[in-house]
């Protein structure tokens, strides 16, 4: 009896460790027409299957669109749906959305004695609620900056790509960037990984510029299976990377190193910045399998690649140990 559940054991352990990682494609940040996007779930979801995406999570304001019914098969056609919410709260008029990601239950918008205070009652009842939060678009209508998110607890994601006008991504008119801004936060040691999302709105008429259109930012999640609680694991861990266009084969981090692999075009050239604290450029590599070797000072090390064509990824933030 003791040999055949060794012998059981054996096999059971040979099998996971068979079972392979896979990249999944998923935009986590989604409106219907049951907020302020303009077309009904359905067509939300079976644009996002049409488009080779596995994942997809609805993230209404303050409402939880019900999936089951939009999602009856599981992942038998390789595309789940997650449940999800946008809570929509304010501090003295200025936004504060965050999305909570995999969560039971909807969870009510609540409001704080400062945007800070707000932040995190939010974060606390998305926890409750079962999910993991996101900090929206902190830079939209200017609202949030980086000393409100300082101290910040139990956050996992921080939507550093948001698709929709006036989320400010890029540094202009003096104010920074919110890769930037993400920097400040990974610099004082608080562990947020990048998002880049479409904030999708717009489903009808001419896709453009100023509208949000799917389609434009989404994470790539690397997982044992696709399931909402497998895909909720790996963005909880950092096990993903946030593209602009930009497709990458794989990553491989080590306590020495900081590997990437690029699905390349050869008509195009690539750029790979490594960067570290505060921001700081710490190495540019021109090549297709760029790598960083970490020298053990840098507190933590990520990477943005960009494409001559103007799309890019960034890549999770590895913070080394002292
Ligand atoms: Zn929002
Ligand atoms: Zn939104």
């Known amino acids: 009896m003791k040999k055949i559940i060794i012998l059981l054991f054996f096999v059971l352990s040979i099998s996971l460790y068979s079972q392979e990682y896979k990249w999944y494609k998923g935009n986590i940040h989604t409106h219907t027409n049951h907020s302020d996007g303009d077309e009904y779930p359905e067509r939300v979801v079976q644009w996002y299957k049409d488009h080779e995406y596995n994942f997809l999570i609805l993230t209404d304001h303050n409402i939880l669109t019900e999936t089951k019914y939009l999602d009856y098969n599981g992942n038998e056609d390789n595309f789940i749906l997650i449940a999800g919410e946008e809570v929509t709260s304010n501090y003295n008029k200025k936004p504060v959305h965050l999305n909570g990601i995999n969560i039971k239950k909807v969870v009510p918008a609540l409001k704080g004695n400062s945007v800070s205070e707000t932040i995190q009652k939010n ?26 998110v300082i101290g910040i607890k139990n956050c996992d994601l921080l939507e550093v790509y948001n698709y929709n006008q006036s989320s400010n991504n890029f540094a202009a008119g003096g104010e920074e960037s919110t890769e930037m801004f993400w920097d400040r936060l990974l610099s004082k040691n608080m562990k947020l990984w990048g998002a880049a999302t479409d904030d999708t709105h717009n489903y009808i008429g001419e896709f453009s510029y100023n509208k949000a259109n799917p389609g434009k930012g989404w994470v790539v999640v690397r997982a044992k299976e696709l399931t909402p609680d497998a895909i909720t694991n790996a963005l909880k861990n950092g096990d993903f990377y946030a593209s602009v266009g930009v497709v990458l084969k794989d990553i491989k981090i080590t306590d020495k190193e900081y590997k990437i692999e690029i699905v390349a075009d050869s008509m195009m050239n690539y750029t790979t910045f490594f960067i570290g604290k505060d921001g700081k450029v710490l190495k540019e590599d021109y090549s297709h399998t760029p790598s960083y070797q970490f020298k053990g000072d840098e507190l933590y090390v990520r990477a943005r690649i960009f494409c001559s064509s103007g799309e890019f990824a960034i890549t999770q933030p590895y913070f080394l140990k002292k």
């Not at 974060?123 to 409100?148: F, Q, S, V, Y």
Request: aromatic residues 4%; charged residues 25%.
């Open 123 to 148: 974060i606390d009842a998305i926890l409750e609620a079962g999910g993991i939060a996101m900090l929206n678009h902190p830079r939209w209508r200017k609202a949030i900056t980086a000393n409100d």
